[in-house]
């Protein structure tokens, strides 16, 4: 397979999870609207040699760094896309590299990347997504 057709199956691939992310957050339904549904499914994107990180700014103001993203939107005819950022918190809320990751959390962080610049693309589980974390009564 040429390096370009790699490209093309990066693009249908994620534009593949935008549709079944769609699917699991009950969006196209006409007549179910209970939210028992994720409305993420994250994902990791990868050049073959490392991941891509990006770093933006969480809900409480502090900078972070991730590698896994949340796709918005798909634009096949370009080979790109609209993904926004997920926080990677440990159990106590931290932020933290995703080795020690209990939760993901949302973010309104959001870029625009040219898909031709990845080689593979590795989807997360939708539970790790705005997981709550666990109340700990003090002793």
């Keep these: 397979m040429g390096e370009e057709q790699k490209n093309v199956c990066i693009c249908q691939e994620l534009q593949q999870l935008l549709e079944e992310q769609k699917k699991l957050s009950f969006d196209d ?3 179910v609207c209970e939210d028992f549904g994720y409305d993420t499914i994250p994902f990791i994107l990868s050049t073959g040699n490392c991941q891509f990180e990006a770093f933006g700014w969480a809900n409480n103001g502090d900078f972070f760094t991730t590698n896994v993203f949340r796709v918005e939107a798909v634009d ?3 080979c ?3 993904i926004s950022l997920l926080e990677p918190v440990d159990i106590d809320g ?3 590299d995703l080795c020690e990751v209990f939760s993901l959390r949302t973010t ?3 870029l625009v990347v040219d898909l031709s610049c990845f080689k593979s693309l590795q989807p ?3 539970s790790l997504v ?3 974390l666990p109340i700990v009564e003090p002793k």
Excluded: E, G, M, Q
């Design 29 to 31: 339904f006409r007549f």
């Design 130 to 132: 705005d997981r709550l």
């Design 124 to 126: 997360l589980s939708p």
């Design 108 to 110: 309104s962080n959001c």
């Design 80 to 82: 790109c896309a609209t």
């Design 94 to 96: 931290y932020p933290v």
């Design 76 to 78: 096949v005819r370009r």
